[in-house]
């Protein structure tokens, strides 16, 4: 049986204290902590430090919060260019982990942490989890993939350190899922929404009911979800669905969480410092106006974010939030400025695709890719137009070539999506290009 | 003695085989013979038409995508063993089959069927040193008029 999610979620855990710190004081401290963010970056990152000087900016122009406005934007195109390590502010001993996520080139994105790090990354999980109610005596699933992917690692170590018992199970093997949720009485998960609705379907199946068990608490994030999702997902299975933020370039899970009222996410402001800009101009937007926001790391040491461009689209929540928190909140993500999509937690852009075919066939074909939600679980197919180079009269020399097509995308995406080959001319051609993607996940 | 096979490229779906058969109408070329091979999600049509030229690029013109292949159109003896007689003859000296597909009529006590080899110019070897009659491409065209 459950206890009410709410009873717990409104009692005060003392490692939210940084939450409720007074408005001024937080604001001294983020203008301590960019000063010094700044410095470390301007000393020992080649990039940011010429592109400040391009600007005619040395570190001690920064004299307010509002001076963040001259610094230059940071974007994922940096990351890749200076791949590996050429963002990296620590010397490689004095970094502890790495994590990557995939990029457009096929190339990952790197990203790095010192101890520190890695610290400021467990305590805002810590705080996140305890924002949800969770704390010792909970049993925590975690069906984040672990490895370079920083869901798994990242959740783990905030639920560990919270005092919670943690099983790693990461993703994949539903049944045996199901099995642990309900043998180890499992009180909250962390999963993407959309697998977790895959879950509570198969229980059904299997004559479970999530309803009936003692998990209270879902821990969502790693994809973008809907209120009638939640709403879907809270009356079919009697949790309380929360939605937790982070990107990987930022630090992973962490920079943002819901609070009980599940009414916006507050950023962790003493640790990201977040802007909403105009994504076309740069500007910074008046508060509660909708644009892209930008976030500054401002604690971390092995690689500083300085206004990193998400690409995701929000705005700011100019009322204070009834839970008492000072820190600020965003809307819930609603779209994104570029055309990546988010595939069972993994980012994919179009262009990712184009690479995975280009590598098997030398030129691009024309292709298409179709979303779909099937059971719960997003799925992905790539149409691509058969060609006069790749046409046998041979089934099986196009059967392996569109296994090479898959390995392919496999390598590139870091996920196994489906193939099917079409009739030339058979995808919709508008104004002469082809509309890549063909989203039904919610139709 | 190689004759040219067209083929075509074909999603499984109801309603795909009919328009390169419209195509083949208007030009007034006649399909001598053909087969489908088919997988769960496509098919490949492969046929032998009376004009191959003429075909491929009116099919091409509507946006096919069609390969042409030589195949080869072996009279086989129309009686029990028939066939194991003449697949005999490829067995010892790994010469592989692709496929097979055989035209609607016979000629004198023989049926005809076309060959897909791998290596078709040792297959014609074979085929002459046993005496099988390997049909030439103008009375394949043609075939619909002669039987």
Known sequence: MKENPEARATAFHPASAPDYIPAPLLRGLQLKRLQAIVRRAYERVDLFRERLKERGLVPDDIQSLGDIARLPFTVKNDLRDTYPFGLFASPLEEIVRLHASSGTTGKPIVVAYTKEDVEVWTSVMVRTLASFGLGHGDVIQNSYGYGLFTGGLGAHYGAEDLGATVIPISGGNTDRQIMVMRDFRVTAICSTPSYFLHLTERAAELGIDMRELPVRVGVFGAEPWTDSMRRHLEACSGIKAYDLYGLSEIVGPGVACECYLQDGLHFFEDHFYPEIIDPQTGDTLPDGAEGELVLTTLSKQAMPMIRYRTRDITAFITAPCACGRTHRRMRRISRRSDDMFIIRGVNVFPSQVETALLQVEGTLPHYQIILTRQKGLDEMEVQVEVTPEIFSDKIGALEQFEARLMDSLECVLGIRVAVRLVEPHSIQRSEGKAKRIVDKRNS | ?147
């Not at chain 2, 042409?68 to 007689?85: C, F, I």
């Open chain 2, 1 to 147: 003695m190689k004759i040219h096979q067209l083929s075509l490229f074909l999603e499984n779906r109801p309603g795909h085989l009919i328009e390169p058969m419209r195509v083949l109408a208007r030009e007034g070329v006649d399909v001598r013979t053909l087969s489908v091979a088919d997988t769960a999600q496509f098919g490949i049509l492969r046929m032998i038409v009376s004009d191959w030229p003429k075909a491929s690029q009116a099919l091409q013109n509507a946006g096919y995508v069609v390969k042409v292949t030589e195949v080869l159109a072996v009279e086989v003896p129309d009686r029990p063993g028939g066939l194991a007689e003449v697949l005999a003859l490829f067995q010892a000296g790994s010469i592989n089959v692709e496929y097979l597909y055989a035209f609607p009529f016979g000629r004198a006590g023989k049926a005809v069927i076309i060959f897909r080899f791998d290596k078709p110019d040792e297959a014609i070897e074979r085929l002459r040193t046993a005496g099988i009659n390997v049909v030439d491409s103008v009375e394949v065209y043609n075939s619909g008029m002669t039987a």
